[in-house]
């Protein structure tokens, strides 16, 4: 393939291609049990796409909309997403998909109908603070929080890969790698074509993943979702960078020692007024949720 143009893999128009399309369930099913295998847990063996799109159940509740979801032959639900910016309530919005996934197969009363469902998470970016949590996969379940190894039921499971954490300590040769992290190769715009093909030399999956893009690229329609995509990106955050900079602009010309929690506000303030989420607000502008909410009330804004 060639390397005219810089490929986002985590493009959402670009996975749901590869990832999510019946002809290429195996790609999926390689990637959801290259975590499997990392956590050592058992393999899935066939995997049959489900509605991506979990309607509410209530009139105004949130519509989710999910990149991967599949059912395997031993019942195990698996969603996939892949997630670029950064959402400090990442966690309770996976949670929030394992809910609508883990309900919505319960039949009538009988409990017995819930099947094992997991959340899979790859993030563009760094959720959990490297002090505390070094590690780049991170998998949650329910346990005795008395005895740890004790778990309640293993039908709740998600996963977390933070990609700047593993391309920080990525192995040197590819050979090196784990199943999981020649995926994560894959994902990552570290790796170069060289290595990316004799990764895909060893992996079937991959290289068809790599075929996938090749006919992506060749699609006019596709390309221009794609490019929309990647300008939507672009501009949230040149949106962002430039909010945060006149936010501070505005803090030093105040000259008084609170210019920068004015500057903080001012940050905040134009986010509300552009309906962005309180948590995106909250990393950018450096304020207290709290903080945010008063700010908001008192302005109208909430």
Not at 12 to 19: C, G, I, P, Q, T
Not at 105 to 129: H, Q, S, W
Not at 276 to 290: A, G, H, Q, W
Not at 292 to 299: F, P, R
Request: net charge neutral; with cysteine; proline share 4%.
């Amino acid at each position: 393939m060639t390397d005219e143009r810089r490929i986002n893999r985590l493009n959402d128009a670009l996975s749901k291609y590869v990832f999510a399309r019946p002809e290429r369930k195996q790609v999926a099913l390689s990637l959801i049990n290259a975590f499997f295998a990392f956590e050592g847990t058992a393999q899935l063996v066939d995997f049959e796409f489900l509605d991506r799109e979990l309607s509410p159940d209530k009139r105004r509740a949130k519509r989710s909309h999910l990149d991967v979801v599949g059912i395997s032959a031993n019942g195990t639900v698996t969603e996939v997403e892949i997630q670029v910016d950064p959402l400090l309530s990442m966690g309770k919005r996976s949670l929030y998909y394992w809910t609508r996934l883990y309900h919505r197969l319960m039949r009538g009363e009988d409990y017995t109908k819930l099947r094992r469902t997991v959340c899979i998470n790859i993030l563009a970016y760094e959720l959990f603070p490297e002090k505390e949590t070094p590690d780049f996969h991170n998998c949650f379940g329910v346990l005795n929080k008395k005895h740890p190894k004790q778990m309640l039921t293993d039908d709740l499971e998600i996963h977390f890969v933070e990609l700047p954490k593993w391309e920080r300590n990525r192995p040197k040769k590819w050979t090196d790698m784990s199943h999981l992290e020649r995926w994560l190769a894959y994902f990552s715009n570290q790796t170069s074509q060289k290595e990316l093909e004799e990764i895909a030399m060893s992996d079937p999956m991959i290289q068809e993943a790599l075929q996938a893009e090749r006919e992506f690229l060749m699609d006019p329609l596709l390309l221009t979702e794609y490019d929309i995509e990647e300008d939507e990106r672009r501009d949230r955050v040149a949106r962002e960078n430039y909010v945060l900079q006149q936010g501070r602009q505005e803090g030093w010309k105040q000259g008084r020692q609170d210019g920068w929690q004015q500057g903080r506000q001012e940050v905040a303030l134009d986010m509300l007024r552009g309906k962005e989420p309180l948590d995106k607000i909250v990393t950018y502008s450096k304020l207290t949720m709290e903080q945010v909410k008063k700010l908001g009330k008192e302005n109208g804004l909430l």
